[in-house]
Each structure stands twice: as C-alpha cells, then as structure tokens.
C-alpha cells in the first residue's frame, strides 16, 4: 500500500467508522531509512484530514517523546525532573538507566498516561470534527525500552475499540508471523494488529 493509498483509506467513511471491524489495532509497515519522510507523512495526513469535506481530527503521537515527557514531568528524590536525573546517571550507569528506561516504558502508569491524552483528544468539545483515529509513530525510537508486540498487548487493558483505531507506523517488515524492526531487529512475538500493507 503506498502513502496516497494510505491517505485515502484514512479518508474513507467506512473505514473511520471504529464499530465497523471487530478489532482495531493496524500497522503501516515502512522502512527504517525512510523514518524522517515518514514523520513528514503522518503530519502531512493530520493536517489534510482535518480539511473541509474530510473533517478528521487525528491524535498522532511518537512514544519515545511522550515517555520523555512523562519523565520530565516525573519528580525523583530531590530531582524535580526524573528524565533530567537519568540523563545525569547515565554516563556512570548506563546499563541500570536502560533498566530503568525499559520498566517506565512498560509499566501500567505510562500506557495510563497515553491512554488519558487519548482520552482528552476524544473529549474535546463539539466542533464538527470526527475523532476515530490514533497514530502511533516513534517505535524505532523506543525500542529497545518498548517492543511493538509488548506496547499492542500491554495497551488492550486500556484500549477502547469502539471509540478509535489505533495505526501503528512500523519501520520494519513483517514476513508471516515474524516482524523484523528497523530491517534488523527480530521479534519472535505476535503482533495482535492488521497488516494495512
């Protein structure tokens, strides 16, 4: 599926509809030397899809930055910035801050985090504008903190299927059950999501 197909399956009024598939997590497959010009992409898609006749309203978000910033706002001790704390640690203790990185990214009070932005794009007062998508970019950036198969199934406790679809943008490739991030990285785990291509 290329971008422009993409693009207009976004803009189909069945598929905005998020009771009208039994689940809905998607995946966009790309590769991972192509990560900037798809950054460019999906900011090109929530702008033209909140255009007269389309009326779309996207919540697009790069989960290594929402962690960061789910860090920073993270007091530790006398450290008013939990984010600025490990990037201190992290010259004499990398190995304990990736540890450290890796259980923040996977716990229930991070994924609580995403979910209340969710949350709080979908509640936003009555404008015209239709809300059925989440764009979730950044996993190449997250990893090795957060696997794509650990934040699909992670996420299902506060996942609400019949409010949005949830399209993860994967620099990788997926060959039967086996998926392959950033064209190097093997994950044996399922992805419980449909292949948008």
Do not use: W
């Amino acid at each position: 599926m290329t971008i422009q197909e993409l693009y207009d399956k976004l803009c189909d009024e069945e598929f905005q509809n998020p009771q009208a598939s039994t689940y809905n997590y998607y995946m966009y497959q790309y590769s991972a030397k192509d990560e900037y010009n798809m950054v460019q992409e999906i900011q090109n898609f929530v702008s033209n899809l909140k255009r007269p006749a389309i009326y779309v309203d996207v919540f697009a978000v790069d989960l290594f930055e929402l962690l960061c910033k789910y860090l920073d706002e993270q007091s530790f001790s006398i450290h008013p910035s939990y984010l600025k704390f490990l990037l201190e640690k992290d010259d004499k203790d990398p190995d304990n801050v990736t540890k450290i990185l890796g259980s923040k990214a996977t716990s229930d009070k991070f994924l609580q985090y995403l979910d209340q932005h969710i949350a709080n794009h979908l509640e936003k007062p009555e404008d015209g504008l239709k809300r059925p998508y989440v764009f979730i970019y950044g996993m190449g950036k997250i990893f090795p903190y957060l696997r794509t198969s650990h934040f699909l199934s992670k996420f299902e406790k506060f996942n609400r299927p019949n409010d949005y679809k949830i399209i993860v943008f994967y620099p990788g490739v997926a060959r039967g059950n086996s998926f392959t991030l950033l064209g190097c990285i093997e994950d044996s785990h399922t992805y419980r999501a449909e292949l948008l291509n």
